[in-house]
């Protein structure tokens, strides 16, 4: 993985996700929004996912040097 691709998917995974999850589920409940349950649950877990294989990809690139 490119170090700009890695870069962008951390941004999206450590501030824009949580962020979209906490915001959506806020005005779901403000406004009686459908599925805030469903919809934050799901943002919740494709965050975790990509945490995951980002950090699988650090400890990769850790491990081989820093090679691509």
């Not at 996912?49 to 691509?68: D, P, Q, R």
């Amino acid at each position: 993985m490119k170090n700009e691709t890695y870069d962008r998917l951390k941004w999206i995974a450590q501030y824009f996700l949580p962020a979209a999850g906490v915001f959506y589920a806020a005005i779901a409940k403000i406004w009686n929004l459908p599925f805030g349950t469903e919809i934050t649950g799901t943002i919740a877990a494709v965050d975790t996912f990509l945490g995951a294989v980002l950090g699988i990809s650090s400890m990769n690139y850790k491990k081989g040097g820093g090679a691509a």
